[in-house]
């Protein structure tokens, strides 16, 4: 699907989210964040977290069932290559303090440099993989 | 339900309906984007636009609030060095990114819509970030 109506009005969207997680409690809306929390958050820091992604699994799930343009429930990707990549995307995303979201949308909106330079990095990382994957060893990706 | 919990559960819906409808849960959508020397498709640019002009307005405002609504303090990240930890995590999220194309938020919404590679990608990220967390641990051990 590449329509630029639906995505600026679909990034609106994700930037209205953010916003309001951070003026009603307070906090960043950065899902790699909210998940790592799961786990290692105190107790009660821990309520919020599920309820954000129980929302954006029930309703990004559910709209991949009526949007035209969803992707197919087809396994497109090799099997090794969807691990090594989730792997590498939790334990980096880890490492980095932040993902698309939590160092994209919200680390560009407070105008943070160290999230402006997580950015550039993983953006140019992802650049050059797709290079060597796609155009050096020309596999089907 | 209290209202932190449903202020977090309507923003969680809300951010999901953006990736389903922008087609950012399409992972060949994002490595499109990706590959810039290539067969380029510009989606994410204008995902990434409109999520960041509305945080980069919304988010100076909201911050000149004494506090949240429902909260008693913001609660922003602390760390503002670009330091070696930043730079190579971001590197290595990156080039995972960059074989698959999916990163955390697309993944889970794409899990819970019946995508199957969604169904093997999640549970591998889970592992990674846990496989970081217990060296984090074992450093902090090895520091003391």
């Not at chain 1, 960043?28 to 954000?52: E, Q």
């Not at chain 1, 953006?123 to 596999?139: D, E, Q, S």
């Not at chain 2, 990114?97 to 938020?105: E, M, N, V």
Request: proline residues 5%.
């Amino acid at each position: 699907m590449d329509n630029w109506v639906y995505g600026l009005f679909g990034g609106v969207l994700i930037g209205l989210s953010a916003t309001l997680l951070l003026w009603s409690i307070g906090r960043i809306a950065g899902i790699s964040g909210i998940v790592n929390g799961l786990g290692t958050a105190p107790r009660s820091d821990r309520p919020w977290r599920m309820a954000f992604l129980l929302g954006l699994m029930a309703a990004g799930g559910l709209a991949l069932f009526f949007l035209p343009y969803a992707p197919t429930r087809v396994q497109t990707g090799s099997t090794p290559l969807l691990l090594l990549a989730g792997l590498l995307v939790g334990f980096g995303t880890r490492m980095g303090g932040g993902c698309t979201s939590g160092h994209g949308v919200c680390g560009l909106g407070r105008l943070s440099w160290r999230s402006l330079a997580a950015v550039l990095t993983f953006m140019a990382a992802a650049v050059a993989t797709v290079y060597i994957v796609r155009h050096l060893i020309g596999a089907p990706t | 339900m209290n209202s932190t919990v449903l202020a977090a559960l309507v923003s969680g819906a809300l951010f999901g309906l953006g990736l389903a409808i922008s087609g950012m849960t399409g992972r060949h959508v994002i490595l499109g984007f990706l590959d810039l020397f290539g067969d380029f498709n510009p989606q994410l640019a204008y995902v990434l636009a409109g999520a960041v002009v509305v945080t980069a307005i919304s988010f100076r405002i909201v911050l000149r609030l004494p506090r949240p609504a429902l909260t008693a303090g913001f609660q922003l990240p602390a760390a503002t060095a670009v330091d070696r930890r930043l730079l190579l995590g971001a590197a290595i999220f990156g080039i995972g990114w960059g074989l698959i194309g999916f990163c955390p938020g697309p993944a889970l919404a794409g899990l819970a819509g019946g995508l199957p590679d969604a169904m093997i990608f999640v549970p591998a990220m889970l592992a990674g970030s846990y496989c970081h967390h217990l060296l984090g641990r074992r450093a902090k051990i090895d520091e003391e």
